[in-house]
């Protein structure tokens, strides 16, 4: 169990607790000895660490990646706070509750599930219902859909954040679809639903966020397709028409080719579900910005993906 976080860390506390290993590397001191540059994280946020003593020997106990219990001294050095570390050993897998260390969705899974599989209760088209059935029915896909986030960096970046981001990109579309003449709603509910399920694959989350082999080198859009085909190849005579179209909203939900998007939307629904996904990943990405900029200006940081500062309001 862990006793402190990392949000809770002051200057001169003894801080002898648990933290998952980020990042680690070895240095060289201005001395000539050689020691540790560790990040280390919990749910709660990251924080530098340094073992400056014994650091070779301490270096074959664990990896990136692992828990491990530290003996440290809260220190500041260049304005934060920093992990002055004179000991530590690898924590046992089995003994470990990531829950502590990784961060997760602040909303409840099981009802946002429930909640998105209302939506695939409303499809009438039978093909389309029938696919959506044939993922979410599937307890590895239904599982790992619940758990993973729907990126490394820039938004729903946490545990469930895929299934937070995907539930309200659905919600989305439900609306916009209201308002526009001539568009086919159940492909639209579809395209949205299943517009990421490749970062199941793309991304692993079973101790650090990070990409897959799969993920480097494939990406989630192929992955979605080579999993969208699988599926469709077990339902009977599954419409040509429809499965081109299909296929079209995720290839292309991305928007420009610059982002990784292998085509442009050129339909209706494609353009509609780019516009909503990249709306609602970039409002996760601006409010979690805000949120952790904790300091008393009207002003968060300069963001350097979005190239700009986002103003807080009074």
Same mark, same amino acid.
């Given at each position: 169990?862990?006793?402190?976080?990392?949000?809770?860390?002051?200057?001169?506390?003894?801080?002898?607790?648990?933290?998952?290993?980020?990042?680690?590397?070895?240095?060289?001191?201005?001395?000539?000895?050689?020691?540790?540059?560790?990040?280390?994280?919990?749910?709660?946020?990251?924080?530098? !660490?340094?073992?400056?003593?014994?650091?070779?020997?301490?270096? @074959?106990?664990?990896?990136?990646?692992?828990?491990?219990?530290?003996?440290?001294?809260?220190?500041?050095? *260049?304005?934060?706070?920093? /992990?002055?570390?004179?000991?530590? @050993?690898?924590?046992?897998?089995?003994?470990?509750?990531?829950?502590?260390?990784?961060?997760?969705?602040?909303? #409840?899974?099981? *009802?946002?599930?429930?909640?998105?599989?209302?939506?695939?209760?409303?499809?009438?088209?039978?093909?389309? @219902?029938?696919?959506?059935?044939?993922?979410?029915?599937?307890?590895?896909?239904?599982?790992?859909?619940?758990?993973?986030?729907?990126?490394?960096?820039?938004?729903?970046?946490?545990?469930?954040?895929?299934?937070?981001?995907?539930?309200?990109?659905? *919600?989305?579309?439900?609306?916009?679809?209201?308002?526009?003449?001539?568009?086919?709603?159940? /492909?639209?509910?579809? !395209?949205?639903?299943?517009?990421?399920?490749?970062?199941?694959?793309?991304?692993?989350?079973?101790?650090?966020? #990070?990409?897959?082999?799969?993920?480097? /080198?494939? !990406?989630?859009?192929?992955?979605?397709?080579?999993?969208?085909?699988?599926?469709?190849?077990?339902?009977?005579?599954?419409?040509?028409?429809?499965?081109?179209?299909?296929?079209?909203?995720?290839?292309?939900?991305?928007?420009?080719?610059?982002?990784?998007?292998?085509?442009?939307?050129?339909?209706?629904?494609?353009?509609?579900?780019?516009?909503?996904?990249?709306?609602?990943?970039?409002?996760?990405?601006?409010?979690?910005?805000?949120?952790?900029?904790?300091?008393?200006?009207?002003?968060?940081?300069?963001?350097?993906?979005?190239?700009?500062?986002?103003?807080?309001?009074?």
């Amino acid at each position: 169990m862990k006793n402190i976080y990392m949000k809770d860390i002051d200057v001169g506390d003894k801080v002898n607790d648990t933290f998952l290993v980020v990042e680690k590397n070895m240095a060289i001191s201005q001395k000539g000895s050689p020691y540790l540059n560790l990040s280390l994280r919990d749910k709660t946020g990251e924080i530098e !660490g340094r073992i400056w003593d014994n650091a070779v020997a301490l270096n @074959k106990l664990f990896g990136r990646g692992d828990v491990v219990d530290v003996k440290s001294r809260a220190v500041s050095y *260049r304005n934060s706070i920093q /992990l002055s570390i004179s000991d530590l @050993k690898k924590v046992d897998s089995d003994e470990v509750d990531l829950s502590n260390f990784l961060p997760a969705s602040e909303l #409840d899974v099981d *009802r946002m599930f429930e909640d998105l599989m209302e939506f695939v209760e409303k499809v009438d088209t039978p093909s389309l @219902k029938e696919l959506l059935y044939a993922f979410f029915k599937d307890e590895d896909i239904a599982d790992r859909f619940k758990k993973a986030p729907a990126a490394k960096g820039l938004h729903h970046c946490y545990i469930s954040g895929l299934l937070e981001h995907t539930l309200s990109v659905t *919600r989305l579309i439900d609306k916009v679809a209201d308002h526009y003449e001539g568009v086919n709603r159940d /492909l639209l509910i579809a !395209g949205g639903i299943l517009h990421d399920i490749g970062k199941i694959r793309e991304l692993s989350f079973d101790s650090l966020i #990070d990409y897959t082999d799969d993920g480097r /080198l494939i !990406g989630h859009i192929v992955i979605g397709i080579e999993m969208l085909d699988t599926k469709m190849a077990n339902i009977e005579d599954f419409p040509e028409q429809l499965a081109m179209e299909l296929k079209h909203t995720m290839l292309s939900h991305h928007g420009i080719l610059e982002y990784g998007s292998p085509k442009r939307p050129k339909t209706l629904e494609a353009l509609i579900i780019h516009y909503m996904d990249d709306l609602d990943a970039k409002m996760n990405a601006f409010q979690k910005f805000i949120e952790n900029s904790d300091d008393d200006s009207d002003w968060t940081p300069f963001h350097r993906l979005f190239e700009r500062f986002i103003y807080k309001g009074k």
